[in-house]
């Protein structure tokens, strides 16, 4: 039975120290207490833990472009994440989690602000029948998350730009996105986080009694720098991604040049190359250059340069997923 609550919040805008946090909060969670964590991520795609990185996001633009891919422990779907989304964390004993208590507060902190929200069957939250927030779930022994977003002013350019990728780069197993039509709470009024920061507060302790935001910067918790270690991997964030297969053709002046490879681990395996370039020797020396090589433009680039292929290196980072 929950017997106290705590509101805690960050000034922290890093998806890997955030998620690392929120991941320790999980684990030490004391018996009768629930928490509710707000924060959020500057530039960051956030993909869920069975999800393939390359399937899911252009990663490549987005780290050129300064962004942050982050892989978070809940399962679910990919999600852009910017200074006009707002995060939220339930995290309670595991005999106390309740969705419908925890999204009772999502709907009444919005609808407070004078906008009428509803659930919809996919753990997701709507206006009009558009989604404002997506919701995740990660049940342990002795505790449970239930975290989720609120876009109240975040960039829709940058979400179809970073998330849509063709499937034809990269066909792969896994988890894929569903696509939903989306919305910001202020398109139905003018908002500010800091308006939906106070609506969450309030509603949280109208459910869950009285309590003071307090800041989690800073935090002493046990395991905090290995979890932050990991979330910042990039064995985690790429490394974890179902297997699938990965092929790219084109024709240069000096021949056609068309490449499969198996990406296992968030590595190229298996890889074959072919080409009716006059050089035979090309295509086993690429095979060979590129076996094993992190599925990474930076990586790939080296290699090819390593064979002096600059034209290869610079083909590839145009056309990776």
């Given at each position: 039975?929950i ?20 991941e ?8 009768g ?11 960051t795609?956030?993909?869920?833990a ?12 987005l ?11 809940s ?13 939220f964390?339930?995290l309670?004993?595991?005999q ?24 919809t ?10 989604k ?9 022994k ?10 109240v002013?975040?960039?829709?350019g940058?979400v179809?730009?970073?998330?849509n990728?063709?499937?034809?780069k990269l066909?792969?197993?896994g ?13 139905y009024r003018?908002?500010t ?19 003071i ?12 720098d290995?979890?932050t270690?990991?979330?910042q991997s ?11 297969d ?13 490449l499969?490879a198996?990406?296992?681990r968030?590595?190229?395996r ?7 370039a006059?050089?035979?020797t090309?295509?086993?020396?690429l095979?060979q250059?590129?076996e094993?090589c ?10 090819l ?8 290196a ?6 990776f997923p």
């Amino acid at each position: 039975m929950i017997q106290n609550a705590r509101i805690l919040v960050t000034n922290q805008a890093d998806p890997h120290k955030n998620l690392a946090l929120e991941e320790a909060l999980l684990r030490t969670a004391p018996p009768g207490l629930a928490t509710l964590f707000l924060w959020q991520n500057r530039h960051t795609v956030v993909i869920g833990a069975g999800q393939n990185a390359w399937r899911e996001c252009n990663t490549a633009l987005l780290e050129r472009e300064g962004g942050t891919l982050a892989r978070r422990s809940s399962g679910g779907g990919a999600v852009y994440h910017d200074m006009g989304n707002l995060n939220f964390s339930f995290l309670v004993p595991r005999q106390d989690y309740d969705l419908a208590r925890q999204q009772k507060v999502v709907l009444d902190a919005v609808r407070s602000l004078g906008i009428q929200a509803q659930p919809t069957g996919r753990n997701d939250l709507t206006v009009e029948g558009r989604k404002f927030s997506g919701n995740a779930f990660r049940l342990l022994k002795d505790s449970a998350l239930h975290h989720g977003t609120l876009l109240v002013s975040a960039d829709m350019g940058l979400v179809a730009r970073y998330l849509n990728v063709d499937p034809a780069k990269l066909q792969a197993k896994g988890v894929q996105s569903v696509k939903s039509r989306v919305a910001n709470l202020c398109e139905y009024r003018s908002l500010t986080i800091d308006q939906v920061v106070q609506a969450m507060e309030e509603a949280f302790r109208a459910e869950y009694g009285p309590c003071i935001p307090a800041w989690a910067d800073g935090l002493d918790i046990p395991g905090l720098d290995q979890l932050t270690a990991r979330y910042q991997s990039w064995e985690w964030n790429y490394g974890q991604s179902p297997a699938g297969d990965w092929h790219v053709e084109r024709r240069f002046p000096w021949g056609g040049i068309e490449l499969f490879a198996h990406i296992e681990r968030g590595c190229m395996r298996q890889v074959r190359a072919y080409t009716d370039a006059m050089d035979e020797t090309l295509g086993p020396r690429l095979a060979q250059a590129l076996e094993s090589c992190p599925f990474q433009p930076e990586p790939l680039a080296q290699r090819l340069h390593a064979l002096d292929l600059p034209e290869l290196a610079q083909w590839l980072a145009q056309v990776f997923p």
